[in-house]
């Protein structure tokens, strides 16, 4: 699952501030469950992955469609 950085500048020495991939967040994943944990300081969330539904809806939306 890909991190969504929500950390408004905190970080986790040697852990990127910034989105990570899902390779980076099976990797980070202890340490920023212990960080947060720790600190109380929410650093990363699930990122909402858009649907092929939600991606048309979005782009009615932007041309003005309303139905």
Partial sequence: MTLKYVGQG??????????L???????????I???EALTGTV???PAVQPTAMSKRGAKAAE????G
């Fill in 10 to 19: 905190a970080y986790i020495y040697g852990i990127p501030a910034r989105d």
């Fill in 21 to 31: 991939t899902d390779e980076e967040a099976a990797q980070y994943e202890a340490a």
């Fill in 33 to 35: 469950r212990e960080q």
């Fill in 43 to 45: 650093m990363y969330e």
């Fill in 63 to 66: 041309e003005g469609d309303n």
